[in-house]
């Protein structure tokens, strides 16, 4: 059955097209610094968002009109797939991700749900078969149901811990079969509300059993997927463990864990967190940790995590800026974990929203290659730590003083040479580049 009747396959017409069904900026085959568009920025799409979520919200009942509404239990979870691979096709993103919950509803027991799962994921297989699509990754949803509400690896609850590994577990071999890039954690109720009735020390200390024990289960059944985990700092629980890739690092080494995960680094996680996105993206980058984006914005006026579609072209130009300086995302993509807003509630407001993210991205990955290519930010950098290439600065960097001979040099100092941080020309240069790009067609 067809669902997006109305809507061909979304091409690229360019700057100066006023189709709203067409990419203005996104051209798959066009070549930016050696690679392709298609190739570089591997753009996936969220099945919670696109295809599961209804817009409720904690106010009002959903207002989503999706064309497959009119089924209900396994007939939608199939509907949902044909209508799934419908949308990539028509929007031309190669890559899908999912949580188990989204595909297939949950029986009455977990094995019920597993059987649920294993009728959905043969149908997905076929149709990844036949569409050439892939899966940049899989995850399990061990937050939204009531068991999990005092959190699941984390949780107080022995049986519960048991009961998300056991939903890891289905999720891991689910990976395996669909040949899954990636798996990735996200903490959604790993954390605590009150330290009153918390062992945050157990609770740590479990989180980090739990990943051991999922990465022994990999290897175990051949699953080479990258692991990653999704820093946030808040919501649902007022903290959560993986607050930020910096809090998330630390807890990796200080549990032997490091060599086995990256981060899936999301916009809107890294505002929650009192960062920007780029901050983000480079603290993993410069600890070979980066992994995968979530490729969202927040609203600065809300507190939340709104996951909008990223439209804001000086956040993804800073964002591909950091992605090219860490060759690529490898494995790893950009899914939009971005839903459409609670008015935008027709079905074509999702091609709509594909379209502004990934011309957002675009635009973002050829700004920031001509930033590269002109060594615009490395020139300013190499300048402004000069002081480190030779005398004492070199000796600093290569380990060569200690104390006393830097009391020494500062001894014979009368005053420090600063030259100027140049942030607003700076920022005026970003935006010329910005601006340029596509001025020149
Ligand atoms: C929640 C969030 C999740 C993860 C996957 O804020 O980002 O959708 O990406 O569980
Ligand atoms: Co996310």
Known sequence: MIYFSNINKINYEGPSSTNPFAFKFYNPEEVIGGKSMEEFLRYGVAYWHTFTMDGSDPFGAGTMVRPWDKYSDMDLAKARVEAAFEFFEKINAPYFCFHDIDIAPEGNNLKETNENLD??????????????????????????????????????????FAYAAAKVKKGLEIGKELGAENYVFWGGREGYETLLNTDMKLELDNLARFYHMAVDYAKEIGFDAQFLIEPKPKEPTTHQYD??????YAFLQNYDLQ??????????????????????????????MLGSVDANQGDPLLGWDTDEFPTDLYSTTLAMYEIIKNGGLGRGGLNFDAKVRRGSFEADDLFHAHIAGMDAFAVGFKVAQKLVDDNVLDGIVDDRYKTYTDGIGLDIVNGQTDFHKLEKHAYGLSEINHQSGRLESIKATINQYLLQAYAEK
């Open 119 to 160: 009728t959905i994921v043969s149908m997905i297989k076929e149709y990844m078969k036949d569409s050439g699509k892939k899966l940049l990754w899989n995850t399990a949803n061990n937050f939204t149901h009531p068991r999990f509400i005092h959190g699941a690896a984390s949780s107080n609850h022995a049986d519960a």
């Open 259 to 288: 060599d086995h995960f990256k981060f899936n680094i999301e916009a809107n996680h890294a505002t929650l967190a009192g960062h920007t996105f780029e901050h983000e993206l480079r603290y993993a980058r410069i600890h070979d």
């Open 243 to 248: 607050f930020d890739v910096a809090t998330g």
